[in-house]
């Protein structure tokens, strides 16, 4: 199906474990984007990517590690899940001519 | 900093009541503004968004919002809503290539 997906859906890991959150468009689009929603808090960026390989920073991304190695897909990496990671992630894209994003269905994480 | 303030956290209103949502940014450049609704357990949706151009912008499902640049605001109207329209609602600004910053959300309940 065409559109942006995320996987899996839900999740619940241990402190300390590495979990990678998957994120796939099929659009093409240029740009892509992780962000976490926390109450109190609304969306913030943890990174981005412009193309494959790549990726930059955004406002909330230590403890996480992103890779593009080709333009449809954006893992996640929590490297070592902390509580504080527990959150709802959502990934997006955009075209690049375009500033509209299209967000995935996201996927709930919690680490105990 | 950038920010983008969303003044009205819960809302709560009968059916066929006007609604208004405020939602204020803080950004010197050019901005380019988004209202994006998320419905219980979805993703989000682009509602509406500003570029240019006329200041009145009319989105889908009968909204609307007006970008007042005096007041660095864009706040998001519907004249008579709808159980249907209990949802999360988020205001957010575009102020650099890469750079979406997000309101922290107002949850709207409307009362059938």
């Known amino acids: 199906d065409a559109g942006i997906t995320q996987s899996p859906r839900y999740k619940i890991t241990e402190t300390g474990r590495q979990v990678t959150l998957m994120c796939h468009q099929t659009w093409s689009h240029s740009y892509m984007f992780w962000y976490r929603q926390d109450l109190g808090h609304g969306l913030r960026l943890i990174y981005y990517s412009a193309a494959a390989d790549i990726t930059d920073k955004g406002e909330v991304p230590d403890g996480y590690v992103v890779s593009r190695s080709k333009t449809e897909n954006f893992p996640l990496t929590l490297e070592s899940a902390t509580r504080s990671q527990t959150s709802v992630y959502f990934c997006?894209?955009?075209?690049?001519?375009?500033?509209?994003?299209?967000f995935g269905p996201g996927t709930r994480l919690t680490v105990t | 900093a950038q920010s983008v303030s969303q003044h009205n956290h819960h809302v709560i209103l009968s059916e066929a009541a006007s609604l208004e949502l405020g939602c204020n940014y803080s950004?010197?450049?050019?901005?380019?503004l988004f209202w994006y609704v998320q419905y219980p357990g979805q993703h989000l949706q682009l509602l509406l968004k500003y570029f240019s151009g006329d200041p009145l912008v009319k989105g889908i499902k009968g909204f609307e919002a007006e970008f007042i640049k005096s007041k660095f605001s864009f706040n998001l109207r519907k004249p008579s809503v709808q159980w249907s329209d209990t949802a999360e609602y988020f205001c957010a600004v575009r102020g650099g290539t890469y750079k979406y910053i997000f309101g922290t959300g107002t949850r709207l309940k409307v009362l059938a």
């Open positions: 997006a894209s955009r075209e690049g001519g375009a500033y509209e994003q299209y």
């Open positions: 950004y010197g450049g050019t901005v380019n």
